[in-house]
């Protein structure tokens, strides 16, 4: 992005957009709280890879972090996952409104083009003989 400040939403969509991410945001869920190594050997992706993906989150505030001696342990922020699932639904419901809206105009063409091809008038005629 272009010097600008991404938006919470922009986060959050940046956050939860990358199957990695969303597989890690899964095992903290069901796990509680875990280290970058303890999650780097339940996935295909390295310890490196895993962080990074966990700063991502934790930027987005997905999950937070806190240091217990040497190790950082992360957890979701439950508050923070409903608002985000809350987010994403309000932008499902305003697509599906609007997907309503395309296939209705649709419809509605199909109705009125096949309704002129069906009555007595008919379309002009195209003379397809070479001129002489």
Do not use: C
Not at 92 to 121: M, P, V
Request: glycine fraction near 4%.
């Amino acid at each position: 992005m272009s010097g600008r400040a991404r938006t919470y939403d922009e986060e959050v969509w940046l956050a939860v957009a990358d199957p990695s991410r969303r597989s890690l945001l899964e095992l903290l869920i069901n796990r509680g709280e875990a280290t970058a190594s303890g999650l780097a050997s339940e996935v295909p992706f390295s310890r490196q890879a895993v962080a990074k993906h966990l700063a991502v989150l934790e930027k987005a505030n997905l999950v937070s972090s806190r240091r217990q001696g040497r190790e950082v342990l992360f957890a979701v922020r439950p508050t923070e996952i409903d608002s985000a699932a809350q987010m994403l639904v309000n932008v499902g419901t305003a697509w599906d409104s609007r997907l309503q809206s395309i296939k209705r105009i649709a419809e509605e063409l199909h109705r009125s083009t096949t309704t002129f091809g069906d009555s007595n008038q008919s379309e002009p005629s195209r003379d397809t003989t070479p001129p002489q």
